[in-house]
């Protein structure tokens, strides 16, 4: 089992920053290796909402579809994979503060369906690709 933290501020209102994140099919935009991200649910987002993403990772195309777990509108928004080759559970929180927006995330995943062997380096791997998104996110905004 791999967990990754990452944050970053954002000198932006935490509700500008919320409504883009959750809108998941803005991922390619901001998330190296994400190809594509679309809703398989009617809005408003919510829990129970769906989705199905398709990403690359280490060479890899991994098709995802994942569903919201949790949903707190302009707080958190938590989504697990109901069906992947790399089972994922995603937290993201925003948080106001007093120059703008922590927005942070809690990336768990089992690695055992992919890579138990090198489970250290697949750790370290992801944090550096979610740190990388993250930053991409900050500049977008």
């Not at 280490?58 to 109901?82: R, W």
């Not at 995603?90 to 089992?110: F, H, L, M």
Request: glycine fraction near 6%; hydrophobic fraction near 40%; charge should be positive.
């Amino acid at each position: 089992m791999i967990k990754v933290n990452v944050s970053v501020n954002i000198n932006k209102p935490h509700q500008e920053i919320f409504a883009y994140i959750a809108n998941f099919e803005n991922n390619p935009k901001w998330q190296g290796g994400m190809l594509e991200a679309t809703f398989t649910s009617d809005g408003p987002l919510q829990k129970g909402s769906t989705d199905e993403q398709v990403a690359t990772f280490l060479g890899k195309k991994i098709y995802t579809t994942f569903k919201v777990i949790q949903f707190e509108k302009d707080h958190l928004i938590k989504i697990n994979s109901v069906e992947s080759s790399f089972p994922i559970t995603v937290t993201r929180i925003v948080e106001p503060t007093a120059d703008g927006t922590k927005v942070s995330a809690i990336v768990e995943g089992d690695a055992s369906k992919f890579f138990k062997v090198a489970e250290g380096l697949l750790k370290a791997m992801v944090k550096h690709s979610v740190t990388s998104d993250y930053k991409r996110l900050k500049k977008l905004m």
